[in-house]
T-cell receptor, first 111, second 111 residues
Framework: EPEVTQTPSHQVTQMGQEVILRCVPI?????FYWYRQILGQKVEFLVS????????KSEIFDDQFSVERPDGSNFTLKIRSTKLEDSAMYFC?????????FGSGTRLTVV | QQQVKQSPQSLIVQKGGISIINCAYE??????FPWYQQFPGKGPALLIA?????SEKKEGRFTISFNKSAKQFSLHIMDSQPGDSATYFC??????????FGKGTRLHILP
């Protein structure tokens, strides 16, 4: 069964540093998403991406966040200057028409 | 209006029993209602989903009941097994766009 692959599985970073979280969506999917889940809490929408541009973003997705699809396969989330409260699981998802598939996530720990 | 309210927060059921998780929504524009199952350290995995033009959908031991007039839907897990122990999220979306998740129900099936 096709998978959404995320790397790294765990990232520890110093506060103020930049991090890039990487995702390889399912190859024929057209819609791409980032969600985050603070430990023990619900999964929150960050951003959706379609046709090489952001189609929607939440209020969480402020100027320190950016997304890119640098080539035909990768989809990245960049956090420019990490804060302690950015510590969370970050999930990438992709879909064709509905039927989201989520990756296993990257656990980001900001120290 | 974008919220999906989920209850209970946690649930303990005997093996073989029926697990019931309830959700409610306000936005009548929602047209897709998935349930996700999440195991520790993994991303949410689509379990079963329903559209508002049907009142019930069954897949194996999992059934969604949908009440459009009450704006409520529920997940029933029949013959609950220890392997069903996980966190369950109800969710809603509009035209397969971003998914709004409930806060989750931590289900524990006693052996």
């Amino acid at each position: 069964e096709p998978e959404v692959t995320q790397t790294p599985s765990h990232q520890v970073t110093q506060m103020g540093q930049e991090v890039i979280l990487r995702c390889v969506p399912i190859s024929n999917h057209l819609y791409f998403y980032w969600y985050r889940q603070i430990l023990g809490q619900k999964v929150e929408f960050l951003v959706s991406f379609y046709n090489n541009e952001i189609s929607e973003k939440s209020e969480i997705f402020d100027d320190q966040f950016s997304v890119e699809r640098p080539d035909g396969s990768n989809f990245t989330l960049k956090i420019r200057s990490t804060k302690l409260e950015d510590s969370a699981m970050y999930f990438c998802a992709s879909s064709l028409i509905g039927g989201y598939t989520f990756g296993s996530g990257t656990r980001l720990t900001v120290v | 209006q974008q919220q999906v309210k989920q209850s209970p927060q946690s649930l303990i059921v005997q093996k073989g029993g029926i697990s019931i998780i309830n959700c409610a929504y306000e936005n009548t524009a929602f047209d897709y209602f998935p349930w996700y199952q999440q195991f520790p350290g993994k991303g949410p995995a689509l379990l079963i989903a329903i559209r508002p033009d049907v009142s019930e959908k069954k897949e194996g031991r999992f059934t969604i009941s949908f009440n459009k007039s009450a704006k409520q839907f529920s997940l029933h897990i029949m013959d609950s097994q220890p392997g069903d122990s996980a966190t369950y999220f109800c969710a809603a979306s509009i035209r397969y766009d971003k998914i709004i998740f409930g806060k989750g129900t931590r289900l524990h099936i006693l052996p």
